[in-house]
């Protein structure tokens, strides 16, 4: 029985593992996947979870490319609007200098680039898919902020970040998904600063910190007579003197009645004056007060006077010191700083000063603008050659403009590359998990038939053996 009772027992084994192999391969055909478990080919199995995980990270990267690709097709859209915007503002400039207007009807050409200007702070805070994109990683409020006066814009400050999020877009590869618009609508070579006017003031050694242009008002104070001779400062001097410095002289003919300044034209009085205007050759003039002159004086007065320096338009002023050469002058708004060298002042009036290679887009609008507004009430032939300036102002921003379009440009076209090559290693990795995880279907059935066979032919036997008896043997 010992015998009958292997026999038994190993048929039934082999029924067993040929419905197992039978439930698996029809399992195969019924799902198409060749490893449904890791038991079914551990090593694969491993393999392939390996090929998801890396299919996995390349379509996260694919996804961020997409986004970052996205964001620099609509900052690149902007910036083609901001370069077609200075364009107009090139063509307004040059109509408000070209003989056809004067300083007193530039009013529509100001409000035109008024209007150009509310357009560009527009432009600068597009946002665009919950992201600012020029103002780096801030991403609380718009990166530009504008200041009113009366209706106009006076000043646009960049409140956003110098810093950008930079994304992973490839396998050790990242690119910023926005951009820091104080490095594309300012320019950052910075160079001496230019002193426009007449009052003698010049750049001191130090370096400024002051932007695109500013406005120097040289102030006059007091004026002092040294000497013995009786005259005076006038009653105007303090408000109406225009001279500064300490060169300045004063020739007195008491007994001829005549007063000279810095050896100009001679000015008569009758020594009953407290108020007399003299002016010199320049135009520069003094009040003086004569009723106090000494009888018979003649000769040659040396003159001292005080001021003062400002370029907030008087909110804050500086002493004059003119034997300063590097006399730091502070805007009390915005905190920058323009060095002055005072050993050549001569006189006070308004002295415009602009710094190239820091302009920004917005000042120099706001500058031309006021410009043809004339708000500081020049002459007609200062407005025009501050305008004409101006065109270097504008081309400064447009040449930074044009090299931020070139880069993103560039960066478009990386990306796209990019993107194909991520799309080739994606589908490949994606190939390579189908071929493991993936059944042969045609392999599949011809080893589901023979393994069908083998289990009939099992079954067969089982059947014969069970059918003997002892009349067999017999």
Not at 158 to 169: D, H, I, K, L
Not at 216 to 236: F, N, P, Q
Not at 267 to 291: C, H, K, P, Q, R
């Amino acid at each position: 029985m010992s015998g009958w009772g292997t026999i038994f027992n190993t048929t039934r084994t082999m029924l067993r593992q040929h419905a197992e192999q039978l439930a698996q391969l029809q399992a195969t055909i019924a799902s198409g996947a060749r490893l449904r478990k890791a038991s079914d080919g551990p090593a694969d199995a491993y393999r392939l979870l390996g090929l998801r995980a890396e299919s996995h990270s390349l379509q996260t990267y694919g996804e961020n490319l997409e986004r970052v690709g996205n964001s620099l097709d609509v900052a690149s859209s902007m910036l083609s609007k901001v370069s077609e915007t200075l364009g107009r503002v090139r063509e307004l400039v040059a109509q408000g200098v070209s003989g056809t207007y004067s300083a007193g009807n530039r009013k529509p050409i100001a409000d035109e680039i008024n209007t150009l200007l509310e357009q560009l702070a527009s432009l600068a805070n597009t946002e665009y898919s919950g992201q600012y994109l020029f103002g780096g990683i801030h991403t609380g409020s718009d990166p530009y902020v504008a200041e009113y006066d009366n209706g106009r814009i006076v000043r646009v400050a960049y409140a956003g970040s110098r810093q950008t999020n930079m994304v992973p877009v490839a396998p050790g590869i990242e690119y910023p998904g926005v951009l820091v618009g104080d490095a594309i609508f300012r320019g950052d070579q910075r160079q001496v600063p230019q002193f426009l006017g007449r009052t003698g003031a010049a750049a001191g050694a130090g370096t400024s910190s002051v932007r695109g242009d500013v406005w120097l008002t040289v102030s006059h104070e007091s004026t002092t007579y040294l000497g013995a001779s009786g005259i005076a400062a006038g009653v105007s001097s303090a408000a109406g003197d225009t001279i500064l410095g300490n060169g300045h002289t004063l020739t007195i003919d008491e007994p001829g009645k005549t007063l000279r300044l810095d050896g100009g034209p001679e000015v008569a009085f009758s020594g009953t004056e407290t108020d007399l205007v003299v002016a010199n050759a320049d135009g520069d003039i003094v009040y003086v007060d004569v009723t106090s002159l000494g009888a018979g004086f003649v000769g040659t007065v040396n003159i001292q006077t005080t001021g003062s320096l400002s370029i907030d338009d008087g909110a804050s002023q500086t002493a004059l010191d003119f034997a300063d050469a590097n006399l730091a002058v502070t805007d009390s708004v915005t905190g920058r700083v323009l060095y002055v060298d005072c050993t050549g002042i001569e006189r006070a009036g308004l002295e415009p000063v602009r710094t190239p290679g820091t302009y920004d887009m917005f000042g120099a609008l706001v500058t031309i603008r006021d410009l043809m507004l004339n708000t500081r009430n020049m002459s007609e032939n200062e407005q025009t050659a501050l305008l004409n300036r101006m065109v270097d102002a504008v081309n400064e921003v447009a040449r930074g403009l044009t090299s931020a379009e070139t880069s993103v440009g560039a960066r478009i076209g990386v990306l796209a590359n990019l993107g194909e090559t991520l799309e080739s290693l994606q589908g490949h990795t994606d190939d390579q998990a189908a071929f493991l995880e993936n059944a042969d279907i045609v392999q599949v059935a011809t080893e589901l038939a023979r393994e069908q066979t083998l289990y009939e032919m099992t079954l067969a036997s089982v059947s014969r053996l069970l059918g003997l008896s002892l009349f067999d043997y017999l």
